[in-house]
């Protein structure tokens, strides 16, 4: 059968990179559509009601990402993706069937819901398809379908004013559901009761010498955590970084249709794309200059952290005053590279000072605590809107925050090991 192949290790990554893609897509191109939606849901042409329409999905998101690993980890893989995608997939293609504001913010709470229990089982799905060496790489791989569905959820808006909005959902939640049926035929789970190998005996033998030794409370990492100052500056700069980055993914369609005078067909696509290519230039440069840093300096990750983070204040700042488009698309192209450059570090830092047998529920609470700081400022940014205040204004304004944690980091970031034990 294809899946005891040696390639089909490379087919799950194939497949699950189209996932990733339309898991990205489906919930960016609604930020390109505020105008045409506009037209016929009059609520939509409120700013503050947009941003809470955009900020529910992040609420959600974030309240389900602790217990989506759970989940993942107790279900089988395969069914939980093909049930993911195909229930997200149904309510982008019920969207374009909506015709009040209440519709659309019910689909988009659902939305959150399914789409926060893709990752967690993705990524477990890799890992045990690529033990070894080409861990890293297949995950990389699967990880660019992300900024690929960023980038191709601009196109929403361009679509949109081809033919109309309702269209745009059709079509694009259609081909999701008609993938999720295709997943069913070729995707396969891994059993996770396979042969273990040498290494993984070691740990078994180790773990049965333990076995009359009292069981650590699953709520033990908390305290340990949430008593670390370098944890606390961690979650500190992972937060506000996500006050600018939820506000690009969200907002800055807008932004470039306000700062260069263009229709939404055009402003969509050329921020998204702007964003995700640098992205992924970003995680390239930061991820190599990371790796090789620390070799000669521990504060190598951190230093390179660094840099990316200080390259977003220039491009905040340029964001919010430029009004040409080479102004504005050479800030977007700065903050995707800076962006980039912090994305991929986050991890490999956390590893500098988190125990191994807390990096998941550190990760867990670095990521609700980012999704929640991207709600607040998707719907504040829409509030002040509102009130008169310009978007430049709002998104220039950030660059002064994130520099207080540029400081606190190279203050308080000073790592005795790689991989903290």
């Not at 503050?48 to 107790?74: C, K, N, Q, T």
């Not at 309702?166 to 009761?193: C, E, M, P, Q, W």
Request: net charge positive.
């Amino acid at each position: 059968m294809m899946k005891n192949s040696k390639v089909y290790p490379w087919v799950v990554v194939g497949l699950l990179w189209v996932v990733a893609l339309l898991n990205y897509m489906d919930r960016q191109m609604l930020s390109t559509m505020q105008e045409a939606m506009g037209h016929d849901i009059v609520e939509l042409q409120n700013a503050e009601a947009f941003g809470f329409l955009m900020s529910v999905f992040l609420w959600i998101y974030a309240v389900m990402s602790p217990v989506s690993g759970v989940i993942g980890d107790r279900l089988n893989r395969k069914w939980l993706i093909v049930g993911s995608l195909f229930v997200w997939s149904s309510v982008t293609l019920a969207m374009g069937f909506a015709n009040s504001y209440h519709q659309i913010l019910v689909l988009r709470a659902v939305m959150g819901i399914s789409e926060a229990l893709y990752m967690p089982a993705a990524l477990s799905l890799i890992a045990d398809y690529h033990q070894g060496k080409s861990c890293s790489l297949a995950v990389g791989i699967h990880m660019t379908g992300l900024y690929c569905g960023q980038a191709v959820g601009g196109f929403g808006a361009t679509v949109a004013a081809a033919w109309s909005w309702h269209t745009a959902f059709l079509g694009f939640g259609l081909v999701g559901v008609v993938y999720s049926l295709i997943l069913i035929a070729f995707l396969h789970d891994k059993s996770r009761g396979v042969a273990p190998s040498p290494a993984q005996l070691a740990a078994q033998q180790a773990a049965q010498q333990k076995v009359q030794q009292p069981k650590e409370s699953i709520w033990r990492a908390f305290p340990i955590l949430f008593s670390s100052l370098a944890f606390g500056v961690i979650l500190f700069y992972f937060a506000v970084l996500s006050l600018p980055g939820w506000a690009t993914k969200n907002w800055l369609p807008t932004l470039f249709a306000n700062s260069l005078d263009i229709p939404m067909s055009q402003a969509g696509p050329m921020s998204t794309i702007t964003i995700a290519f640098s992205s992924f230039l970003g995680v390239i440069i930061g991820g190599v200059m990371s790796d090789r840093w620390v070799k000669v300096n521990l504060r190598g990750r951190v230093y390179t952290s660094a840099i990316g983070l200080s390259l977003t204040i220039p491009s905040l700042i340029l964001l919010g005053t430029s009004h040409d488009i080479v102004g504005v698309v050479s800030a977007g192209l700065l903050f995707g590279i800076g962006y980039g450059m912090f994305d991929t570090n986050n991890m490999p830092i956390l590893c500098q000072f988190v125990s191994s047998k807390y990096r998941a529920t550190a990760y867990g609470i670095m990521n609700m605590t980012g999704v929640v700081f991207g709600a607040i400022v998707t719907q504040l940014l829409g509030k002040l809107k509102d009130g008169g205040m310009d978007l430049g204004v709002s998104f220039a304004c950030m660059g002064a925050v994130v520099a207080v944690a540029v400081i606190l980091q190279l203050l308080f970031l000073k790592p005795k090991s790689d991989n903290m034990e």
